[in-house]
């Protein structure tokens, strides 16, 4: 959904060895988190300052960035408030996406309302045969409502082209104790769809989950829920960053690159 600019940034060259990830993708992948963790840290400034009245999930940069690299602009994605970052994945300007909070407006729709409608924009795209999806993000505490069970149980039913994701904020459960993402009550499986949790701090595991669920929704073969948590410590940033320098792509200069570009932006879009 979100494009990167070839011309704007000078890519490292790549070392990929036999990754099933282009480079390319991945350095996608990283710039998009990047700029996302820019937009987290001037909402930020700007609450502190009483500038915005909204508070903006923070940390979420490697689920935005792998879940939305793949989807298309025609695609739908709902989110629960406080995700300005998914807007930004959107596709929606950062003009209008910081007037949500500098306005002094939250025009964000409850959960139940979102689901309603990401549920309607699945059915229509599955009647029009159009291979568009739906991606829903919630986070867990939300996902043990009735509204998020009825949501799963029909797009289950109507196998609809629907990814919904799970965001765990809490640190520290280990594999032992894995939520499904809904409060204990839920197996995705007894709906008919998968299940996957995958460490939500590992921007290439949850791409390589999202890559597969996008897919599968696209072919009309029905949702997917990606639960993701957080067994691990670190910055998902960092995470990435450590990744890309393994593998030769991870350059000081890149990332000034991609900062500077994108300053300039945020500045513009909030009259700095």
């Not at 036999?18 to 820019?38: D, H, N, P, Q, W």
């Not at 894995?178 to 701090?201: C, D, H, M, Q, T």
Request: hydrophobic fraction near 45%.
């Amino acid at each position: 959904m979100m494009t990167i600019s070839k011309k704007r940034v000078l890519f490292p060259a790549a070392n990929n060895g036999f990754s099933l990830i282009s480079g390319e993708k991945l350095l996608a992948i990283y710039s998009t988190m990047l700029k996302c963790r820019m937009i987290e840290d001037r909402a930020c400034v700007l609450l502190k300052m009483k500038k915005m009245n909204r508070h903006v999930d923070a940390g979420q940069e490697a689920i935005a960035a792998a879940v939305g690299i793949d989807l298309l602009p025609e695609d739908t994605v709902r989110v629960v408030p406080g995700g300005l970052i998914y807007l930004f994945i959107k596709g929606l300007p950062l003009k209008k996406l910081f007037a949500r909070g500098l306005n002094g407006v939250d025009p964000a729709l409850s959960l139940a309302e979102q689901l309603k409608l990401a549920i309607a924009d699945a059915v229509a795209f599955k009647m029009n045969k159009n291979n568009k999806i739906v991606a829903v993000f919630s986070s867990s505490e939300w996902t043990h409502l009735e509204s998020w069970l009825e949501a799963l149980k029909f797009a289950g039913a109507e196998r609809l082209p629907i990814l919904f994701v799970s965001q765990c904020t809490n640190r520290g459960a280990g594999p032992d104790k894995r939520s499904n993402g809904s409060g204990g009550k839920l197996k995705a499986k007894s709906y008919g769809f998968p299940a996957i949790a995958v460490e939500g701090n590992d921007a290439v595991a949850v791409y390589r989950v999202a890559c597969e669920a996008v897919a599968h929704a696209r072919k009309g073969d029905g949702p997917t829920l990606i639960v993701c948590q957080r067994w691990q410590e670190g910055d998902p940033l960092q995470n990435m960053e450590n990744y890309l320098d393994r593998k030769g792509l991870f350059s000081e200069k890149f990332r000034r690159q991609v900062e500077s570009g994108f300053l300039a932006k945020l500045d513009a879009a909030i009259g700095a």
